[in-house]
């Protein structure tokens, strides 16, 4: 069995109390920190204002394709939906070839 050479001791012993200290300390001064906290507020608050806008228009786009599905289901719809054969107009048709 070899033995470990003191170098290699001393460098576990080197690494063990780096990793027992911790973390280094912020070396920016006070008030660097609190504006970086506080410019990481702001982008919070400004990024749930965003949220809140986006949800009030998907409920305002949800009520409005209701409304447009409850158009489409009325009863003036319903003789064009209805029609199990050809469509009253093919949009893909060629205008010439519709009155034949």
Known sequence: MTRPSASSIGLIFLLIGYAAAGPEPDLRPRAVRSS?????KTLHDRMDIVEKK????????EVELAALLDA???PSWRPL????????VDILEDPGQRGQ
């Open 81 to 88: 939906l209805d029609n199990p054969g050809k469509t009253v």
């Open 72 to 74: 489409i289901e009325a």
């Open 54 to 61: 986006v949800e009030d228009t998907v409920e305002k786009l």
């Open 36 to 40: 970086a906290c506080q410019e990481h």
